[in-house]
């Protein structure tokens, strides 16, 4: 239907948004030129729409740019998405840091960016969800260890909280809230992020079974 050069050798990880392909281009080793960027593409013509550059502080700063994926699926109604920034000034110890970014997808602008204390790995896993409050809306995020609620307008943190001391977790989203599956200590833990409350825990002395994304809650033995 239509091909498109890429001009960027470093750009990959197609994802498709509505009728949008995003691509980023991170730079994780000394001597690469250019800075990380996000690419976006109409899916209907391949042409190219906009593109973000994240400018490094020197050659020796490795940056990998993911965007944060939707709970349940890539595809969303919304007209922003979140990235994480994942940052590492290379041979200087703790010089460790990430950030969140929500981009705005018609014209491409950075409507905010703020540094977070966030649990995320090389790959920047993260899954979010948004909730309506009527004038204010929160972006919660998690990870493999860790809940985070933003202000969805200006990026300030409400409220976070980490299981990194917790051993064997998972962390889903279960319609508005959020259930923390202990594997060491075989429980559920089911938390509220607008209240930031834990609503009920759930202790099993058998073996519990596994708890599956896209299925929901199986059965628990």
């Known amino acids: 239907v239509w091909e498109n050069p890429i001009l960027d050798k470093l750009a990959e990880n197609p994802i498709i948004i509505n009728n949008m392909i995003f691509l ?21 013509t391949g042409e ?7 400018p490094r502080d020197n050659e020796t700063h490795a940056m990998l740019v993911n965007i944060v994926r939707e709970r349940g699926s890539f595809s969303n109604s919304n007209s922003t998405i979140p990235l994480v920034l994942n940052s590492t000034q290379k041979n200087i110890i703790g010089a460790q840091y990430k950030e969140i970014a929500l981009i ?20 920047g896993f993260l899954e979010s ?13 998690i990870s493999d260890n860790d809940i985070i609620t933003l202000n969805n307008k200006t990026g300030d943190k409400i409220w976070s909280k980490n299981f990194s ?9 279960w319609n508005q809230k959020i259930l923390v599956k202990n594997g060491d200590e075989n429980s559920l ?33």
């Open 129 to 141: 969800m948004l909730i309506d409050r009527g004038e204010d809306k929160l972006l919660v995020l």
């Open 24 to 44: 980023t281009s991170n730079r994780y080793e000394q001597g690469q030129t250019g800075e990380p960027t996000l690419y976006a593409y109409n899916i209907l």
């Open 104 to 123: 705005e997808t018609t014209g491409g602008s950075v409507l905010w960016r703020k540094r977070v204390a966030i649990d995320v790995g090389i790959g």
């Open 189 to 221: 833990t089911l938390w509220d992020p607008v209240s930031h409350k834990e609503e009920w825990e759930y202790y099993n002395e058998n073996v519990m079974t596994s708890i599956g994304k896209s299925e929901g809650l199986r059965r628990m033995d």
């Open 165 to 173: 001391s917790a051993g064997s977790l998972s962390i889903y989203f």
């Open 48 to 54: 190219p729409i906009w593109g973000i550059e994240f």
